[in-house]
């Protein structure tokens, strides 16, 4: 017989590069098309996923990146992280991955629910009106954990 | 592969009850797994499976929900209206097509 299935998931964001914010939107839309509800939490720089003035400029991290086979060095570049970044959007696109803002209006639209952590907003000083209108609220982490409560907590 | 009796017809389907032969589908057969699903077929539930059915005889894959949004013109949140909890499976299936083998 098959395992249960999962009926609810709660995704936390907390990186705030390309590479670090596409898995938890693409883990969140994937869930919505099985038909599992989803919680989105965004803390600390994750935040910059649904914050209106940095959404435009998510970049690729080229430095500290050893998979990325670029050296440290030359990924250090001006220039760099905003080509590979370039290269990647492209990619993406043909695949049909939508941009990062279009991406949080999609799984908003498809039901999924999107919070920003209450500490970091305070500690980056940002109000509600800073984020996407997609975002439902601003919450401490034991909300959080209250909205999580009977399903599963991905952290990425 | 297996067959099933549906809409007083028998067709070819997979184990997770997709359509192998496009051929034998037809708006009877729609009707019949839309109410497996628990769903009644309206206009709005056809102009997706007509989409769908267009794009995929056009581009050969199934369509991606933001392709059924930009290019079919469908809200997304209209289509999980439509077709709660797994849209695009369920309308794929609904619209004879393959189950969806993309991550978005």
Avoid at chain 2, 47 to 59: M, N, P, R, T
Avoid at chain 2, 77 to 103: E, H, M, N, Q, V
């Amino acid at each position: 017989m098959a395992d249960e299935k999962i009926k609810k998931v709660s995704i936390i964001c907390s990186k705030g590069s390309l590479e670090g914010i596409y898995p938890a939107l693409i883990m969140a839309n994937g869930a919505r098309m099985e038909g599992i509800a989803v919680n989105l939490f965004f803390t600390f720089f994750g935040m910059d996923a649904i914050t209106k003035k940095k959404v435009k400029k998510i970049k690729v991290a080229t430095v500290g990146n050893p998979a990325m086979g670029i050296p440290t060095l030359i990924g250090a570049l001006p220039g760099m992280s905003a080509m590979a970044t370039m290269m990647m959007q492209k990619k993406m696109d043909a695949l049909d991955i939508p941009a990062i803002d279009e991406f949080i209006e999609m799984i908003s639209g498809a039901g999924g629910k999107l919070y920003a952590c209450k500490a970091s907003v305070d500690m980056f000083g940002l109000k509600k009106e800073d984020f996407m209108d997609e975002v439902l609220d601003i919450i401490t982490v034991g909300d959080f954990y209250e909205l999580a409560a009977g399903g599963q907590i991905i952290f990425t | 592969m297996a067959t099933k009796e549906i809409a007083g017809k028998t067709v070819n389907v997979t184990e997770e009850g997709y359509l192998t032969d496009p051929a034998q589908w037809t708006r009877e057969v729609a009707q019949a797994i839309a109410a497996e699903e628990g769903i009644t077929l309206t206009d709005a539930h056809w102009k997706v499976i007509d989409f769908l059915k267009k794009d995929f005889a056009e581009a050969g894959v199934l369509a991606s929900m933001r392709r059924i949004n930009k290019t079919g013109g469908i809200a997304t949140k209209d289509l999980y209206d439509l077709f709660p909890d797994g849209p695009l499976k369920k309308a794929a299936r609904i619209a004879g097509l393959p189950k969806p083998t993309s991550c978005v």
